[in-house]
Nanobody, 123 residues
Framework: EVQLVESGGGLVQAGGSLRLSCAAS????????IGWFRQAPGKRREGVSC????????YYADSVKGRFTFSRDNAKNTVYLHMNSLKPEDTAVYYC????????????????WGQGTQVTVSS
């Protein structure tokens, strides 16, 4: 089955850290751009960080720049979002996605969404 499975979400205090994982099954990341998105209650889904398939460029939203890091383990067919210095405003459901076409930032044509993982940051 072709799918993306996220894990690693949870409840953390402000200033803490979490690492989200996204594993692909049934296909490899090689031919796709990959992105992390999030959606907070009552808000639109937004791109957090996106990486081109060539790994040449990684985009970070201004709100997470310097705190979040996108990494990739090709051997495990898994990508990660390392989140440090978390703030209450980072609270959201986080999704990974593969994109067949990445334009600028995290805008593009989504190939597949994961199911999402909840991140809650308490103040």
């Amino acid at each position: 089955e072709v799918q993306l499975v996220e894990s690693g979400g949870g409840l953390v205090q402000a200033g803490g850290s979490l690492r989200l994982s996204c594993a692909a099954s049934g296909f490899t990341f090689d031919d796709y751009a990959i992105g992390w998105f999030r959606q907070a209650p009552g808000k639109r889904r937004e791109g957090v960080s996106c990486m081109r398939s060539s790994e040449s460029v990684t985009y970070y939203a201004d709100s997470v720049k310097g705190r979040f890091t996108f990494s990739r383990d090709n051997a495990k067919n898994t990508v990660y979002l390392h989140m440090n210095s978390l703030k209450p405003e980072d609270t959201a459901v986080y999704y990974c996605a593969t994109l067949t076409r990445l334009l600028n930032g995290c805008s593009g044509v989504v190939h597949l969404w994961g199911q999402g993982t909840q991140v809650t940051v308490s103040s």
